[in-house]
């Protein structure tokens, strides 16, 4: 295969919607819908909660930080605030732009917006990128989130554990959007009529950025930003960590997400942080499901689905070696076996996906 | 020349609930509100072309299952992202059992 062309301007994106792999239908497990509906309900409960605990957590440790400044034992504190800061904001960003983790939609909006705030992506542009997300999830000129793209850049890769390339494009990218609006490029997944929507937010992030860069040098000290902008940078390893194994070393421009989307079981604080998001297929397969009915959701559908990893560190075990490997053949990707029962792939969906497999592989 | 059809019976539709109803190539959604009203509308999303019977309905919204974006049933307005062009409604009426649409 050529080399894959991941501009959402390319030749890629234009051929996926000549062929129809763009916008298609994808596969789903059956559920009966008494089953799925029960799934789908909202509620305020669990999400209120949640946030109770990572607000007033991120407070208490902030506090701690700041009144230990000065000393080594503040480093744990801010460690600790750092990941709720730099990663959770990510799966709350995440879950919020779904509409799904509340019941009311005033407070998946507000949860929304601090969310994209301290995971800096403009909550305008991106409720639309994530959209396109769900709609061509790793089809190649079309998704613009593929997070791990062929042939790997492991540099980048590496940076994203510390938010590096993130915030490189994220500043320059704000300015840009505070004064003319989307980019062109964004301009091909968000609608024109809300443009000015995305300037706006831009606006009052400059604004933010820019009071916080005052007390700094005000106070001529980095503590400021130590609570807010640093801990993009370090928290932010948690959500790369997790976010990675979402899709990576699986297969691109499928229209079945068992074989393009990873479930892993996390310990607790790993699912507190991420949302349950380490249910990823089934997430990408029923996005009106909160996250918190996702558990259930698994045990509904899992016989349908390739075995989930059993750890994280599995989960790198099984990828790593798979993106290695994509840095010499592009074209290479892991195929998860389905459980005896379930519904075969759809090889005539995924020729030309499919067509040239491992066993083509060249030797390591 | 519009005409009436019918789309089902009252009790196919559980309440706070809808089903899919195609007829002459057009696909339509069938919607039994929390009070026992009836409701139609288009049956595919206006921002991509999915069905709305998978999706889920709470109150009067509809909520599409592919990016939950969200409509009024009984107007068609779009409430949510990503969702900005309002859903096509269609007139209902009840007649015993039997609920029938007025399509074009
Ligand atoms: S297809 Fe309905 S919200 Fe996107």
């Not at chain 1, 295969?1 to 919607?17: F, K």
Request: net charge negative.
């Amino acid at each position: 295969m050529a080399r894959r062309e991941y501009s959402l301007l390319g030749p890629d994106g234009a051929r996926a919607v000549e062929t129809g792999l763009a916008a298609a239908e994808w596969y789903h497990t059956d559920v009966p819908r008494k089953v799925m509906k029960e799934l789908m309900q909202r509620s305020d409960q669990p999400a209120i909660r949640d946030t109770i605990l990572l607000y007033g957590c991120m407070v208490g440790f902030a506090a701690g930080g700041i009144a230990l400044w000065g000393t080594w034992w503040c480093v744990p504190f801010w460690l600790a605030y750092g990941v709720l800061y730099g990663s959770a904001s990510d799966s709350r960003w995440h879950e919020c732009g779904h509409g799904t983790a509340f019941k009311t939609a005033w407070m998946n909006n507000a949860v929304y917006e601090i969310a994209s705030f301290m995971i800096m992506r403009n909550s305008a542009t991106w409720r639309w990128s994530h959209a396109r997300h769900h709609t061509d999830t790793y089809i190649v000129g079309r998704d613009p989130e593929i997070a791990i793209m062929r042939p790997p850049a492991f540099v980048k890769l590496i940076g994203s554990f510390f938010g590096i390339p993130e915030v490189i494009d994220f500043f320059p990218r704000m300015i840009r959007n505070s004064l003319s609006g989307p980019t062109a490029e964004e301009r091909t997944f968000v609608p024109q009529s809300e443009w000015g929507k995305v300037q706006r937010v831009a606006l009052i992030y400059t604004a933010i950025y820019a009071a916080t860069l005052a007390a700094a040098i005000g106070m001529q000290s980095i503590l400021p930003l130590m609570v807010v902008g640093l801990p993009r940078i370090y928290g932010a390893w948690h959500h790369v960590m997790t976010g990675v194994l979402q899709h990576g070393g699986l297969a691109d421009n499928v229209i079945d997400h068992r074989l393009n989307s990873r479930t892993v079981y996390m310990n607790p604080v790993s699912r507190f942080v991420y949302w349950n998001m380490n249910y990823h297929v089934e997430h990408h397969m029923f996005p009106m499901v909160p996250y918190h009915a996702l558990p259930r959701l698994h045990e509904a559908i899992k016989h349908d689905l390739p075995a989930p990893n059993r750890s994280i560190v599995e989960a790198f075990a099984e990828m790593w070696p798979a993106l290695r490997r994509q840095l010499a053949y592009e074209d290479y990707f892991l195929r998860r076996d389905l459980p005896a029962g379930a519904k075969p792939y759809r090889e005539d969906f995924h020729r030309a996906a499919l067509g040239d497999m491992p066993d083509a592989l060249p030797a390591e | 020349m519009p005409q009436w059809i019918r789309a089902c019976a009252t009790g196919d539709v559980e309440e706070e609930d809808l089903i899919r109803f195609d007829h002459g190539g057009a696909t339509y959604a069938i919607y039994h509100s929390p009070e026992g009203r009836f409701y139609a509308t288009a049956g595919l999303c206006t921002h991509e072309n999915v069905h709305l019977c998978d999706g889920l309905v709470m109150g009067h919204l509809i909520e599409c299952p592919k990016h939950n974006g969200q409509f009024d049933y009984r107007t068609g307005a779009a409430k949510r992202a990503p969702v900005c062009v309002d859903l096509r409604t269609y007139p209902v009426k009840v007649d015993g059992s039997d609920v029938f649409i007025e399509v074009p």
